[in-house]
């Protein structure tokens, strides 16, 4: 786990070796261990510079330093990230001749690069970003991870090719006054989804999508290759419950075993949830003897603490349990660090207290951190998708069952029948259907304290779009939703919040639940396996757990996270919301008047308050960040 950096200029500047290792230094808190800085002339005045901080987990020697040379000489990598069967695939090379000098697993994937090529992305169970350098061809290969859960920005202009870690560093490499990005600001502050496209926060800077793989020509400066290196396969096979349970716990406890590869200590962060439970309990399901740390926030609030069932836990496998505690004091004073920490907008408060569990992960001398996220996306979570089941169901001509399974799933806690309903006409409704809906309704318009003249003229699209990328599937609504969801719209921002707040801490979140193997195993079940027909979530993986997880975690009904009362904490921090909105100066598209009228209207209750109050105080104090940045670097 560390931070990658690499920056091309085609008429380098002559202090291009200082701004380099400054903006790498941005990215000390990703890789506080060792620095490693190369750099390459390409023609005969263009340059490369390829920079890594490492954060050291596995091979702690200096023989895991980077950029790392093939022995062959011909390529040159920096990676973020880890692979967690290195070992079986280091088995693999050694028997195809291949000889190490480390016991890292960037030098296997260094010659796994080199043997298959491509082709051996699929095979690689890990999260990750890389580049690999061809001083041949002259040629940068830039790859993420199937799912997002490793950052990597890319900036390319006619003089610049710059990729990186971390957003910061990007900007502090750009020649060009870079600019905010007006749809991804609108997309996120009317309709609250971010992270779901190519696109960032500031325009001309893209992130590398997950699970693709784009090329560059540094002789012509040129993207010669950007494509799509795996799909979810949702395909359905023929399981019974009983053989796809076994094979679902067989695969989780597999993934499990790999994840605790490490030569550094690890714990876990625990919500006493399900997702969080299960990775807890199954390591000492593993391995009786282990040392378990865990880390947890507790909420001051009892309606919404999950402190018993974190009791629960810890006391089942005889934890070393680690609480956090946070009240509006501590967001307040936190708050600047916060935002700069995430580079960019996020949705919520809880985004806060999630930071200070890796802190406390730090404190306590943990490295390694294993985290639930991406289970909900994986195994038919949060509410349990009714619109997809539903609508599946009537593809198959299931009418009675659909009616049947709507009239179960109410009965769950925080469910209501006209949810469900419109679940189920978002999921039936075409894409250009549901646009229409939003104009004559007056949906797809804006707020009256956004500009409306102003994002039209940066020809801002007004209606919520669905992200896709696979099609829906007749029959396979819920597993179509899911695959989107793991890959594209959904997922993405809270691993980018995971990334930012571990990586501040020098902390490597793991995240057992998103791997290849286990994600096209459970996206190959009946969807009745992940939700059940009277509506119970993640069916079949609470089954795989009994016995492992104790029963009064895996038959809980209500679902609380990391919530944090965000309403109390909004109110205590009125006054310096206003004055931070008051004093400083607001993007183009934004009426500071008509905003502040907007935040007091639904903080005095005369409006229904919810994470979109978050979202305007949370652009605001971004947009003020970076506008020192932007000083910071005409200075």
């Given at each position: ?473 007749k029959g396979r609504r819920l597993m179509t939703r899911l ?8 997922l993405q921002n809270l691993l980018r919040h995971g990334d ?136």
């Amino acid at each position: 786990m560390c931070g990658l950096l690499g920056s091309f200029w085609v008429k380098p500047p002559s202090d291009s070796d200082t701004v380099f290792s400054s903006a790498l230094a941005m990215q000390k808190h990703r890789g506080p261990d060792d620095k490693g800085i190369k750099s390459f002339t390409i023609g005969e005045s263009a340059y490369l510079s390829l920079g890594h901080a490492r954060l050291s987990i596995i091979d702690l020697s200096s023989n895991g330093h980077q950029p790392m040379r093939s022995q062959c000489a011909q390529f040159e990598i920096v990676f973020n990230g880890e692979i967690y069967n290195y070992l079986e695939l280091k088995e693999e090379l050694v028997n195809l001749g291949h000889v190490f000098e480390s016991e890292s697993d960037t030098e296997v994937l260094l010659n796994a690069w080199i043997e298959w090529g491509e082709a051996v992305l699929p095979r690689l169970e890990g999260m990750y970003s890389f580049c690999i350098f061809d001083l041949i061809q002259e040629t940068v290969t830039l790859i993420r991870d199937p799912f997002g859960i490793k950052p990597l920005f890319v900036y390319h202009s006619n003089s610049q090719l710059i990729f990186s870690s971390e957003l910061s560093s990007v900007l502090g490499l750009m020649t060009k006054e870079f600019k905010i990005d007006h749809q991804t600001a609108f997309n996120y502050l009317n309709h609250g989804y971010y992270d779901d496209t190519e696109s960032t926060f500031i325009a001309d800077i893209k992130h590398v999508q997950p699970a693709h793989i784009t090329t560059y020509c540094l002789k012509t400066n040129s993207r010669i290759k950007n494509s799509r290196w795996w799909f979810p396969n949702i395909e359905e096979k023929e399981w019974t419950f009983d053989a796809a349970k076994k094979a679902l716990r067989a695969a989780f406890l597999d993934s499990i075993k790999k994840h605790l590869r490490s030569d550094v200590p690890i714990g876990c962060a625990l919500s006493g949830g399900v997702d969080s439970s299960a990775i807890v309990c199954s390591i000492r399901f593993l391995y009786p003897e282990l040392p378990i740390n865990t880390f947890s926030y507790i909420a001051e609030d009892e309606s919404i603490s999950e402190e018993c069932w974190v009791d629960v836990v810890n006391e089942h496998v005889s934890a070393i349990p680690h609480k956090v505690y946070a009240d509006h004091a501590d967001l307040s004073s936190s708050l600047n660090e916060l935002v700069d920490v995430q580079g960019e907008p996020f949705g919520g408060t809880s985004i806060f207290v999630q930071k200070k569990v890796y802190e406390a992960a730090r404190s306590a001398g943990v490295k390694v951190t294993l985290d639930g996220q991406g289970a909900d996306e994986l195994l038919g979570g949060y509410a349990g998708y009714p619109g997809q089941i539903i609508h599946s169901l009537i593809d198959k001509g299931r009418f009675i069952g659909a009616l049947n399974f709507l009239v179960k799933w109410r009965t769950w806690p925080n469910r209501t029948m006209s949810e469900g309903l419109l679940s189920t006409i978002w999921s039936v409704m075409p894409r250009s259907w549901f646009e229409y809906y939003q104009r004559i309704t007056g949906k797809a318009d804006s707020p009256i304290w956004l500009d409306v003249k102003v994002l039209q003229s940066e020809n801002v699209d007004m209606c919520r779009s669905k992200a896709l990328y696979l099609s829906p599937v007749k029959g396979r609504r819920l597993m179509t939703r899911l695959a989107n969801g793991l890959t594209v719209s959904g997922l993405q921002n809270l691993l980018r919040h995971g990334d930012r707040n571990s990586m501040s801490a020098s902390i490597e979140s793991r995240v057992p639940f998103l791997t290849i193997p286990l994600v096209e195993l459970v996206l190959s079940f009946p969807e009745e396996f992940l939700v059940s027909k009277n509506g119970a979530t993640k069916h079949i993986f609470k089954e795989a757990m009994r016995g492992i997880v104790p029963d009064e975690i895996l038959d809980r009904k209500d679902k609380v996270g990391f919530t944090t009362p965000e309403y109390s904490w909004m109110q205590s921090l009125r006054t310096e919301i206003t004055e931070q909105i008051v004093n400083n100066k607001a993007p183009d598209f934004i009426i500071k008047k008509l905003l502040i009228k907007e935040i007091d209207a639904v903080l005095d209750g005369d409006k229904p308050f919810g994470w979109h109050v978050w979202r305007k105080v949370n652009y605001m104090k971004w947009y003020t960040s970076l506008n020192k940045i932007r000083a910071s670097n005409n200075v």
